[in-house]
């Protein structure tokens, strides 16, 4: 039993690491290099379009590459008028990585499970938006992000002044560990749920103490990615940040704890952050028929940038 709870612990964790967001990549002509602390190349993608402003979108946490996936490209880079698009690759991976539906694969570049967290992804991405903002060519940049994604973009958001407007599109409440216990009571058979908590609760500990060496892996994820993101507060982030930014919850979603994130938002009770909450939608927007329901959510994303932006 208690090896059953071990792999079905395995598998449910991954769960939680599907939000889709990826775009097609579209080098500049100017493609100007930037490399992080230990060398590594850090691979971006800036779509020009002659833009005035710079939209800026951040995918989820699964192991793909974001040049290798038309859903976000085809759905929100034109969620705002006249803008450039940047999106920036997680560490070690690059366009070469096959596109995989699989929440699991065995071809996750080792380079990524060791040094990939929500951390060094706010990095990367101040990194190039502050070297793009420096130029002075863009008069607004505004974010979005998915998932892990939505929760990069507030740690931007909270971290810097020059973020304009945020998206965050189904990023959870305020910690992490809800969310995959709640990912695990959807999918875990009730008779093993509570051996299967159990286990991840001392996974969790774990991870705190710093007992576990840097090659563990797990759901796709190294060590570091694990104890950077049970150790994120959501609430303590948005709580410092004074930009507009507004939280996109669907309430049929599995992936993230639903009540921990309305939660959230009642606590909150900031001017500059508004909830819009979606009945009947899952995490990657489908309905109860399996029916994607994206449009009106990119609809009111458009009128909300309208009016704040007025």
């Known amino acids: 039993m208690k090896a ?12 939680v690491l599907v939000f889709l967001c990826c775009i097609s990549s ?10 992080r602390h230990d060398g590594s190349e850090i691979t971006y993608y800036l779509k020009q ?7 800026v979108l951040i995918q989820g946490s699964d192991c793909n590459s974001i040049a290798n996936n038309k859903f976000v490209n085809e759905t929100f880079s034109d969620i705002y008028p006249d803008a450039d698009v940047l999106t920036v690759e997680k560490y070690g991976i690059n ?29 990367d991405y101040i990194q190039i938006i502050g070297y793009l903002k420096n130029q002075g060519k863009y008069n607004k940049i505004i974010m979005l992000g998915g998932s892990e994604g ?18 965050a599109l189904n990023g959870g409440g305020r910690y992490f560990a809800d969310d995959v216990i709640h990912s695990m009571k959807s999918e875990v058979p009730p008779e093993h749920i509570n051996e299967a908590i159990k286990g991840f609760r001392a996974f969790q500990k774990e991870i705190r103490a710093g007992n576990h060496a ?8 190294g060590v570091n990615w694990w104890k950077v993101s049970l150790g994120i507060n959501q609430y303590k982030v948005l709580s410092q940040t004074k930009r ?5 919850q669907t309430l049929n979603d599995n992936s993230v704890n639903v009540s921990a994130a309305m939660e ?14 979606y009945p009947g939608l899952s995490h990657g927007f489908k309905d109860r028929e399996d029916v994607l329901q994206v449009t009106p959510i990119v609809e009111d994303i458009r009128n909300w940038l309208s009016r704040a932006s007025g």
């Open 95 to 123: 366009a070469s990585l096959p596109w995989s539906d699989a929440v699991e694969r065995s071809d996750c570049p080792k380079a990524y499970i060791r040094s990939d967290t929500p951390e060094q992804r706010v990095k």
């Open 4 to 15: 059953y709870g071990f792999n079905l612990r395995q598998r449910i964790l991954a769960s």
């Open 264 to 277: 959230m938002e009642e606590q909150l009770k900031k001017d500059n952050i508004t909830f819009y909450q």
């Open 26 to 35: 579209v080098y500049s002509d100017t493609h100007k290099q930037f490399f």
């Open 244 to 248: 507009p930014i507004l939280i996109i």
């Open 214 to 221: 840097g090659e563990l892996e797990m759901s796709n994820h």
């Open 150 to 167: 939505a929760v990069v973009a507030n740690l931007i958001t909270s971290q810097v002044n020059y973020i304009d407007r945020t998206i």
């Open 49 to 55: 379009r002659g833009g005035k402003n710079l939209l």
